[in-house]
């Protein structure tokens, strides 16, 4: 049978699965209300399939999409997916080009394919406007993108042009090429470290480090456009720089190093230029997307849906009927999709065309990609995990990666499917990245203190003083009682962010950031 003939042939076959309801007949009380501009729905499927369905209104104002990061570490960390809104709930964000708004995170899905055993997402990723993982080069496809005009398409191919990645040294208007974000510093190179790489540079006991102050997030900006920050601090032969939230590290060894060496002085202003040439799919002909400003973006797999035409595929992956997770769209809305699967008693999956199917029929997407599936599909709303994540992952392996002969799997599945929803809900894959749908919730500051005043730890024996505003950022350090500093100038001072208000102090040799309710006056 040749591969055109098994297409339709599982065509044909899928058909009967769905039975979908025309999106012009469906009723709308189906949809719960999460919150103005959010909602959720559950569909029952014949095979049988459990769909679950999260929809968020592009023409609300008040609620967006973010992309998230297991344990907030590109370096190479895993966490659950409700970890991950748990992480980025009440954090602060830079919706409409402002740091200050806080997430209220209200549905979390799994996101693309990663490394097992380094942990690194497999494509590129933005988060919050940062630039925090390159897509890869001409590759046929990219991802999911979101700007910040509101605008919502699937990348197609990317490239980015050697000359346009640039670092600009504004005093004297002399220029260097970097060579990469968050990745592996190799011989006579200069990469640039944002802070979703990890809390500090990657260890080194030669080479240039120079630590840079932004005035918004390492964005997509082409040159003449730059993202202008301020030298802070230079580390000359030593890696491990800290990277606090609003920072960028220049890292350079060999003939960069010495490139940055003679040209950088604590204080420079500096500006960063990057260029995406985004391309169709074939990687010849240019796309009318554009890629600048960006908010999040996310890798993909399968295009199932393009402008209304449902896309096939010969790869079995797609052709199998498996969990799926996928994020569709149209000119009014964003879905999130997950569907449960490999569940015979509770739901059996769909292939990419059944996926295709019901995105067009049922929503009335017009685009859509899938991302991660199998046992990493998962839904968080409103903190809850609402979808039964594959059972498989909890059958005991041995070292072949073979359940084992005392394992009876169909014994395993009947069990699992037997246990209370919220034991169900717990079995979770740790996986490297995500999607969110958000609301913003506006900035709020306290005017407790003025910047310029002298503090004192007090409340607590040892307090974190952190790299962000946000328990979420990692603390440099924990500080113990009586500990003096002084309160910086910063537009955040003061910020709501994770329960605290936020102030950023000088302790001498160290400056981070402090909750409030551990700062007092300090006595003349």
């Not at 030593?238 to 040209?263: C, N, Y």
Request: hydrophobic share 40%.
């Amino acid at each position: 049978m040749t591969r055109y003939r098994l297409f339709l042939y599982l065509l044909l076959l899928s058909l009967p699965w769905l039975e979908p309801v025309p999106a012009t007949q469906e009723g709308a009380d189906l949809w719960r209300v999460l919150t103005p501009g959010i909602s959720y729905r559950e569909f029952y499927l014949p095979a049988p399939n459990h769909v679950y369905v999260a929809r968020m209104d592009r023409s609300e104002p008040n609620v967006t999409l973010d992309s998230s990061i297991g344990q907030g570490k590109l370096s190479g960390e895993l966490e659950t997916v409700r970890g991950m809104a748990e992480r980025y709930d009440q954090a602060i964000n830079y919706w409409e080009e402002s740091w200050g708004g806080r997430n209220q995170v209200v549905v979390a899905i799994n996101g693309y394919f990663f490394d097992t055993e380094s942990g690194v997402p497999w494509s590129g990723q933005l988060q919050s406007g940062w630039y925090a993982k390159r897509f890869d080069d001409r590759q046929n496809k990219s991802g999911f993108v979101w700007t910040m005009d509101r605008v919502a398409f699937v990348g197609g191919c990317v490239v980015h042009p050697p000359g346009k990645q640039v670092i600009t040294h504004i005093p004297t208007g002399g220029t260097i090429l970097f060579d990469g974000i968050n990745v592996p510093r190799e011989n006579d190179q200069l990469i640039v470290y944002t802070p979703q790489y990890d809390a500090t540079t990657p260890a080194a006991d030669e080479g240039y480090e120079a630590l840079v102050e932004l005035e918004r997030p390492l964005m997509i900006l082409p040159s003449p456009a730059m993202n202008i920050g301020v030298v802070r601090q230079i580390n000359d032969g030593q890696g491990s720089t800290q990277i606090p939230f609003d920072h960028i590290v220049l890292s350079a060894s060999g003939k960069a190093a010495e490139a940055l060496r003679g040209s950088l002085s604590i204080g420079d202003q500096i500006g960063v230029s990057q260029e995406i040439r985004h391309l169709d799919s074939t990687c010849s002909t240019p796309s009318p997307q554009s890629w600048t400003k960006a908010y999040a973006a996310i890798g993909a797999s399968f295009n199932f849906l393009r402008d209304g035409v449902i896309q096939g595929s010969d790869d079995l992956g797609a052709l199998l009927h498996n969990p799926r997770t996928a994020v569709v769209f149209n000119d009014r809305y964003i879905y999130f999709i997950v569907v449960d699967g490999r569940q015979p008693l509770h739901s059996l999956g769909m292939s990419s065309v059944d996926l295709a199917l019901f995105a067009k029929l049922t929503l009335g997407a017009t685009w859509g990609v899938a991302l991660d599936g199998g046992g990493s599909t998962t839904m968080v709303v409103n903190g809850d995990v609402v979808n039964r994540p594959n059972p498989e992952i909890a059958f005991q392996k041995d070292d072949r990666g073979i359940a084992s002969s005392e394992d009876n799997p169909t014994s395993r599945i009947k069990a699992y499917l037997s246990q209370p929803a919220q034991t169900l809900n717990t079995v979770e894959r740790v996986v490297a990245n995500g999607l969110m749908m958000i609301v913003v919730q506006p900035k709020e500051q306290s005017t407790r203190f003025a910047p310029g005043t002298r503090v004192v730890i007090s409340g607590g024996d040892q307090v974190g003083v952190r790299l962000g505003p946000g328990t979420n950022y990692a603390p440099l350090a924990y500080l113990p009682q009586n500990s003096q500093g002084t309160l910086l100038d910063h537009p955040l001072d003061g910020v709501f962010a994770k329960d605290f208000y936020w102030w950023k102090v000088d302790f001498g040799d160290l400056t981070g950031w402090v909750a409030e309710d551990y700062l007092s006056l300090a006595v003349p």
